[in-house]
């Protein structure tokens, strides 16, 4: 899967799952749909930062930096 492609789903799941839970109870919440996902990218991005940053130690780490 692509970066922007798994950017994409991780961004519409919450709203994907708010609008299914609304089909069986009538009833939704969109502000916390929108928490949701901006959580989701925060996360996402922090978890792409880290490991950048570790493929980065490691390097210098072989180099003896």
Same mark, same amino acid.
């Given at each position: ?21 609304? /089909? ?6 969109? #502000?916390?749909? *929108?928490?949701?996902?901006?959580? @989701? ?6 978890? /792409? ?6 493929? #980065?130690?490691? *390097?210098?780490?072989?180099?003896? @930096?």
């Amino acid at each position: 899967m692509s970066l922007k492609t798994e950017i994409l789903c991780r961004i519409l799941a919450p709203y994907v799952d708010k609008l299914a839970e609304a /089909l069986l109870t009538a009833d939704i919440d969109f #502000e916390e749909a *929108t928490l949701e996902s901006i959580a @989701e990218i925060i996360c996402f991005k922090v978890e /792409l930062t880290v490991r950048q940053m570790t493929r #980065e130690l490691n *390097t210098r780490m072989q180099n003896g @930096e």
